[in-house]
């Protein structure tokens, strides 16, 4: 995992060139600036390729036999940089690694040098890792947006459910509404109806009334 800090027993060795390609993924600036790495170590050994992969190896074996104190170790994504000593022969050993490999050692027994190469070193490794470390955000701020874009389209579709569920009951409200006004003009009518028949009725209970009790005397 990037920035995860690999046990230093677990660290292999790596050729620049692996390692330029590794770093890189096709990306020029990490590319240049493993270039520009290459070429400047040049000074820290007499023979470039066998001195470093004797280093390298030389290392591995001290660091399995717990011979080595680790002063320092910086890492920048998956790039990472450490200061060893070795105490019996006051020697330091600068290491520059990607993931969990090797790729420059530089040893010396100025220990001036070997901070200023370490420092060297570190400053490097936070170049390699701009653009890891930017791939990095934009991933998680790419699942954030589309974490974002869902929790969105969930509420739009609950709030269209909702919506939907709304107009259906404000359509059964108004037909209940236009069935219930209908009824009540309807039973209207029929109380009117009904109210002249009751009059008409009334009207002629009364004129009976009046014939039946013709040529009788009056109620007091």
């Known amino acids: 995992m990037v920035g995860t800090r690999p046990a230093m027993s677990a660290l ?26 290459q070429g400047s170590d040049a000074q820290g050994n007499d023979a470039q390729g066998t001195d470093a992969q004797g280093n390298v190896a030389e290392l ?15 890492y920048n994504g998956s790039y990472g940089a450490s200061l060893f000593f070795y105490p019996q ?54 699942a954030f947006v589309e974490n974002v874009i869902a929790l969105s389209e969930n509420r739009a579709r609950r709030l269209q459910a909702d919506l939907d569920v709304a107009r259906t009951q404000q359509a059964k409200v108004d037909d209940y509404q236009h069935q219930t006004q209908s009824e009540a003009v309807a039973l209207r009518a029929e109380k009117e109806k009904a109210q002249a028949q009751l009059q008409q009725v009334q009207n002629e209970v009364v004129q009976l009334q009046r014939q039946n009790e013709s040529g009788l005397p009056a109620a007091k």
């Open 12 to 37: 292999t060795p790596q050729s620049v060139a692996a390692a330029l390609q590794a770093a890189s993924g096709g990306v020029t600036a990490a590319s240049t600036a493993a270039s520009a790495a």
């Open 60 to 74: 591995m074996q001290m660091i399995h036999d717990s011979q080595l104190t680790e002063l320092r170790t910086t």
């Open 89 to 142: 022969e006051m020697t330091y050993y600068v290491t520059l690694f990607q993931d969990k490999h090797f790729w420059r050692v530089i040893k010396s027994q100025d220990d001036t040098r070997a901070e200023a190469i370490y420092a060297d070193f570190v400053q490097r490794t936070a170049q390699l890792a701009e653009v890891e470390i930017r791939r990095t955000q934009l991933r998680a701020q790419k």
